[in-house]
């Protein structure tokens, strides 16, 4: 069983310490209840202002901000996936995501791959690696960020690859309710996996976030979901967390509501691929 915590919050745009102060409480809020991992939003650290970040932020903290975060980890004995921008050897700035242990030690890191607006197009450069999976506490465990989402080839990826837990950091505005309450729950359903879905919430540079967080079962079914403010949300992952994983096919279970559609067993890559898609 692993306790899985959401961290929903209003980032300050370039308070790095600001920001890191409040991933410190809500790491100390989610270890203390228990909790193995704490998953906060795209880009909380430096909070959420592509063009912003791109003239005046200065890449050359990073190193130390990403130790800050490691820390934090240490410190309360808790795994994190934190968001930030990260650049590249030839100068190209993505938006990253990362995952550490609770020794701070890094397990996975992913760049978006799918680039959300003019904003965030003009400050970034889209990345093109599929995600990679990593074991955490016995589940297979994948990054995407945001608008990752939103496309179902991102969620498949790292299902092929095995992940039964696929965790979202994101910086969804309001007026696009349907992300959270369709899109995150189908992703969960037709890739029979667990999606975790982190928003910020309150005002960051123009942008008004309503929070809408969510942790979708690996059956579509809604495990936990926030409100529009402030707040740390639980959701407990225990048993089958990939919903075809004891999947049997023999007639006496043929009926049986409680079995899964087979999705990734029955799809047909070679068909589509003949499809152009």
């Known amino acids: 069983m692993v306790l899985l915590a959401l961290m929903q919050a209003n980032a ?17 809020e989610a270890s203390a209840a228990g909790a193995q991992l704490l998953l906060t939003p795209e880009l909380f650290p430096v909070g959420y202002a592509p063009r912003r970040l791109r003239s005046a932020f200065d ?3 990073l ?42 030690d890094e397990l996975l890191t992913y760049d978006k791959v799918h680039l959300f607006g003019p904003e965030e197009r ?8 599929a995600p990679g999976v990593v074991d955490f506490h016995g589940l297979k465990t994948a ?20 992940a039964e837990l696929l965790l979202v950091p994101t910086a969804l505005a309001g007026g696009f309710d349907a992300v959270p309450n369709v899109l995150v729950r189908a992703r969960a359903l037709e890739n029979q996996l667990t999606v ?5 919430t309150g005002s960051e540079e123009g942008y008004d976030f309503r929070g809408g967080s969510i942790v979708a ?5 809604v495990l936990a979901a926030a409100g529009p403010g402030t707040e740390l949300l639980f959701a407990e992952l225990g048993g089958a967390v990939r919903a075809d994983a004891d999947r049997t096919d023999d007639a006496d279970g043929a009926d049986d509501a409680d079995d899964a559609v087979a999705y990734l067993r029955d799809r047909r890559p070679d068909v589509y691929r003949s499809w152009g898609i």
């Open 196 to 200: 975790a879905y982190a928003n910020h």
């Open 143 to 162: 990054l995407v960020i945001c608008y990752d989402i939103e496309f179902p080839e991102s969620a498949r990826a790292a299902a092929v690859r095995g």
């Open 217 to 221: 079962g690996a059956d579509g079914t």
């Open 59 to 61: 890449p050359g903290t």
């Open 122 to 129: 003009a400050a970034f450069a889209p990345a093109a690696a």
């Open 63 to 104: 190193p130390a901000l990403r130790e800050a975060l490691a820390g934090i980890a240490r410190r309360h004995n808790i795994a994190l996936v934190y968001s930030l921008p990260a650049v590249t050897p030839a100068g190209e700035w993505h938006i990253s995501a990362t995952l550490v242990d609770a020794s701070g």
């Open 12 to 28: 300050a745009v370039l308070d790095a310490k600001a920001n890191c102060a409040a991933v410190e409480a809500a790491a100390r």
